[in-house]
C-alpha cells in the first residue's frame, strides 16, 4: 500500500529567501539566529530523499514541486557560502553577513555528501550544474581533513558517486563522470584507510569503536566504512564496519530493547554513559548506519534497528514521549530527563524526516523487491502497484 508523506510544512515555516533558519523558540523561528551551512546541507539531503522517494512511489506532482522549490533555496543558499578554496563558510547571521570561525571537517564532509545525493538522484541538468561545480571546488579540500567524521561523509560521498557513475553508462562521456571515474577511486582509498587506521589504534578489548569516548553523531563513522566497501569490498572495511555498529547498537540500547541515545551530558567512555539531553540527531545517524548495513549484509537485525529508531521519534523511548508531529513534519530538540525540549529547530526537524524517509525508502524498496519474487513465482500473480 501507498503511504502518505510526512508534512513537510515546519520544514517551508523555516525557510526563507536566503535558506533555512537555525533555530525555533517553539515553533517559530528565531531570526536572530541566522543560519548555517551545517542545516541548509542536511535539508538539501532530506528534500532530495523525499523527492525521489516520492517520484518513485508515484506521489502527486504538485508536492514534488513543492519540494523542488525547496531544494532550489538550498542549493542556492550552498553555491553561495562556498569560499574560493572549496570548503563552505558554516555560521550566517541573519542579515547575511558571515560570522566569524574555523574551518568545519564535519561541515565540508556533510556538504560535500548532500551534494553527491543531488547528483545522483536529481535528473534536472541545470541543477546538475550547481551540483557539479560544487563538487568539483570541494572534495580536493578533503586532503586537508583531520577529524573523522568529516572523514566519513566525504569517503560515503565519493563512494556514492563512483557508484553512480560505474551504474550508468549512458554518462561514459560526460567530463564530471570521466573525473569521478578517475580522480576518487584514489580519494576513497586514502578516507578509507584514515577511518580503518582510526579504528585500530583506539579499539581494543571491550571497546570497539574509533575514539576514546561515543560522542554525538556516532553511525556516519560505520556508515562511511560500509558504503566504502560497496565499492572496495575490502574485508577489514566490512568487518570493522560491522564490529563498531554492533558496538553503537549495544550501547545505545535501552530498556525492553528501545533505542536510548547517548546523552550529551558526559557521552560515553570505557568508565560511564551518559543518559541525558538525547539528540534525534544521533538517532538518525543511527538508522542511516542500519540502513546501509541491511543493504550490504541482508541481516534482518539491522532493519530492526532501523524501525525502533523510526519508533523512537513517535514516543518508544525513554519517556514514552513523541517528538515528532506528523501534522507539520517538526520535530522536539531533544528528551531531557524531565522531559522534551519542546524547541523545534532545524537539526532536530530534519533528523526526524530524514529518519523517516530512511525507513520508507527500505520498506517500498522490500516491497517492490518481493513484489517482483512473486511474479517470478506466480505467472498469474499481477503486481499491485503503490499509487
Not at 211 to 227: K, M, R
Request: glycine share 6%; with cysteine.
Amino acid at each position: 500500500m501507498y503511504r502518505s508523506p510526512v508534512s513537510f510544512r515546519h520544514l517551508q515555516r523555516m525557510t526563507d529567501d536566503t535558506g533555512l533558519l537555525e533555530h525555533c523558540l517553539g515553533k517559530i523561528p528565531r531570526r536572530a539566529e541566522g543560519y548555517t551551512t551545517d542545516d541548509n546541507a542536511r535539508a538539501l539531503w532530506a528534500c532530495v530523499e523525499w523527492w525521489s522517494l516520492l517520484e518513485s512511489e508515484g506521489a502527486k506532482k504538485e508536492l514534488q514541486d513543492k519540494l523542488l522549490e525547496l531544494i532550489e533555496r538550498y542549493l542556492s543558499f550552498l553555491l553561495w557560502v562556498q569560499r574560493d578554496d572549496g570548503t563552505f563558510h558554516n555560521n550566517i547571521r541573519f542579515d547575511r553577513t558571515p560570522e566569524p570561525e574555523q574551518p568545519s571537517d564535519d561541515c565540508l564532509g556533510r556538504t560535500i555528501w548532500s551534494c553527491a545525493v543531488a547528483y545522483a538522484k536529481l535528473t534536472d541538468p541545470d541543477l546538475q550544474i550547481a551540483v557539479q561545480e560544487m563538487l568539483r571546488k570541494a572534495i580536493p579540500a578533503t586532503k586537508q581533513m583531520m577529524f573523522p567524521r568529516g572523514w566519513a561523509y566525504a569517503l560515503a560521498a565519493c563512494s556514492l558517486l563512483l557508484q553512480h557513475a560505474q551504474k550508468s553508462p549512458s554518462h561514459a562521456q560526460d567530463r564530471f563522470s570521466q573525473w569521478v571515474v578517475f580522480d576518487l577511486p584514489e580519494r576513497v582509498g586514502m578516507l578509507e584507510e584514515q577511518l580503518v587506521d582510526l579504528y585500530r589504534q583506539q579499539a581494543g578489548e571491550g571497546w570497539h569503536w574509533f575514539e576514546p569516548a561515543i560522542t554525538y553523531g556516532n553511525g556516519v563513522l560505520p556508515w562511511g566504512l560500509f558504503y566504502a566497501y560497496s565499492v572496495t569490498h575490502r574485508q577489514d572495511t566490512l568487518d570493522i564496519a560491522k564490529e563498531s555498529l554492533d558496538f553503537l547498537i549495544e550501547k545505545m540500547t535501552g530498556n525492553q530493547g528501545r533505542i536510548s541515545p547517548i546523552g550529551n551530558q558526559g557521552w560515553c567512555t570505557r568508565e560511564q554513559r551518559s543518559n541525558w539531553d538525547q539528540q534525534p540527531l544521533d538517532v538518525m545517524k543511527l538508522a542511516l548506519a542500519s540502513a546501509q548495513a541491511y543493504i550490504t549484509l541482508k541481516q534482518s537485525e539491522y532493519w530492526e534497528i532501523v524501525k525502533k529508531c523510526h519508533a523512537w521519534f513517535y514516543g518508544d523511548n525513554d519517556l514514552s514521549i513523541p517528538l515528532a508531529e506528523t501534522a507539520d513534519g517538526s520535530c522536539c530538540d531533544g528528551l531531557r530527563e524531565n522531559g522534551a525540549n519542546r524547541n523545534r529547530g532545524a537539526e532536530s526537524t530534519l533528523s526526524y524526516l530524514l529518519t523517516e524517509a530512511i525507513w520508507q525508502t527500505i520498506e517500498w524498496e522490500d516491497d517492490v523487491h518481493d513484489c517482483r519474487n512473486r511474479q517470478q513465482n506466480q505467472d498469474s500473480f499481477t503486481c499491485v502497484q503503490r499509487i
